[in-house]
């Protein structure tokens, strides 16, 4: 326990008074969430204002020649209603994530988390996801980019 102990933390704040800040921090506010019916509904709803700052970070980076569209697990071994099991992954079970990365560096260039199926698609699935993560690239550059058999749509 005292190799992972930041000795900083415990002695602001003991856990009983961090768990109940916790409990009453909150990043969004709930009654403005749309309901389930609405077709505005977005089940990350209470994440997507961090989700959008972490993704304008990502999008600042400067995008290598090669690039590569490719999904990722979140582990996540909780209840939530996102959670998607994929078993060809190290990590089986967690939040499911389809990246565009730089080819030789790996580091993340944008990201999408699916949230689900979505009802109005104007291609296949998986020609949504690479478009749509496509759309973030400069223009009139001579990018180059790659994608597993998951992705290889006629449409692409």
């Not at 415990?10 to 309901?35: C, G, W």
Request: aromatic content about 12%; overall charge positive.
């Amino acid at each position: 326990m005292s190799t992972t102990r930041v000795g900083s933390i415990p002695s602001v704040m003991n856990r009983n008074r961090f768990l109940e800040i916790k409990r009453y921090l909150h990043a969004t506010d709930s009654s403005n969430q749309p309901n389930n019916t609405d077709p505005n509904f977005n089940r990350a709803y209470k994440v997507r204002p961090l989700s959008n700052i972490v993704k304008e970070h990502f999008q600042k980076v400067p995008k290598e020649e090669k690039l590569s569209v490719d999904e990722q697990i979140i582990p996540f071994k909780g209840r939530s209603i996102m959670k998607q099991q994929m078993p060809n992954k190290p990590s089986r079970w967690g939040y499911k994530m389809f990246l565009l990365a730089g080819g030789n560096s790996g580091i993340c260039c944008d990201f999408i988390s699916y949230t689900g199926k979505s009802i109005k698609q104007p291609y296949e699935f998986c020609t949504t996801i690479v478009l749509d993560l496509y759309e973030t690239m400069p223009r009139l550059f001579n990018h180059k980019v790659y994608c597993d058999n998951y992705f290889a749509t006629i449409r692409l």
